[in-house]
T-cell receptor
Framework: AAGVIQSPRHLIKEKRETATLKCYPIPRHDTVYWYQQGPGQDPQFLISFYEKMQSDKGSIPDRFSAQQFSDYHSELNMSSLELGDSALYFC??????????????FGSGTQLSVL | AQKVTQAQTEISVVEKEDVTLDCVYETRDTTYYLFWYKQPPSGELVFLIRRNSFDEQNEISGRYSWNFQKSTSSFNFTITASQVVDSAVYFCALSGVRAGGTSYGKLTFGQGTILTVHP
């Protein structure tokens, strides 16, 4: 079965550079979520989108922005990168139509290293 | 505010032993979902189970079983006859419930329990 696809798998950037992470949800899933997991930490919710509109916002820095496109894929844009942004970034997707069988599926994550 | 506490930071067992991972949660919501995820060394988060707060029936899936006790706000996870491949970080998580019954994807995770199963 198709899963949540994230790209790139690994990304290395310098301080103050920008980065774009992409997420392709499971087909027919209309909701995407972004999480940040620092080393040895639990995942922290950043932001979510439902039907291309922002649905919820967590501890996302102002330097970050995200959007969901018409094909439901999502991109997380990160500017003025800082060393502390080094983390594993997860995208997850779900379908708002399948409450009974809903499972929140995560992608494999993008490992961002800021040098 | 929601909070999830996993009492054990690390657990080490020998293969074939049974192991229980504890999870205690706090929420003001009357309806909520509880989850368990597995994060193997490769890093991905693998969905294991979602439990509705209205359903206190325990669940068994192969060697995995879950004990949900609303009275003590606990959702413990037991692996029977553990195997080396069970070595991973296990996260318990909590979310609210939307009007339509789906979960908010804004999960509150516990700090995780590192399980190491030795051969």
């Amino acid at each position: 079965a198709a899963g949540v696809i994230q790209s790139p798998r690994h990304l290395i950037k310098e301080k103050r550079e920008t980065a774009t992470l992409k997420c392709y949800p499971i087909p027919r899933h209309d909701t995407v979520y972004w999480y940040q997991q620092g080393p040895g930490q639990d995942p922290q919710f950043l932001i979510s989108f439902y039907e291309k509109m922002q649905s919820d916002k967590g501890s996302i820095p102002d330097r970050f922005s995200a959007q969901q496109f018409s094909d439901y894929h999502s991109e997380l844009n990160m500017s003025s990168l800082e060393l502390g942004d080094s983390a594993l970034y997860f995208c997850a997707s779900s379908s708002g139509q399948e409450a009974r069988n809903e499972k929140l599926f995560f992608g494999s994550g993008t490992q961002l290293s800021v040098l | 505010a929601q909070k999830v506490t996993q009492a054990q930071t690390e657990i080490s067992v020998v293969e074939k032993e049974d192991v229980t991972l504890d999870c205690v949660y706090e929420t003001r919501d009357t309806t909520y979902y509880l989850f368990w995820y597995k994060q193997p060394p490769s890093g991905e988060l693998v969905f294991l189970i979602r439990r509705n707060s209205f359903d206190e029936q325990n669940e068994i899936s192969g060697r995995y079983s879950w004990n949900f006790q609303k009275s003590t706000s606990s959702f413990n996870f037991t692996i029977t006859a553990s195997q080396v491949v069970d070595s991973a970080v296990y996260f318990c998580a909590l979310s609210g419930v939307r009007a339509g019954g789906t979960s908010y994807g804004k999960l509150t995770f516990g700090q995780g329990t590192i399980l190491t199963v030795h051969p």
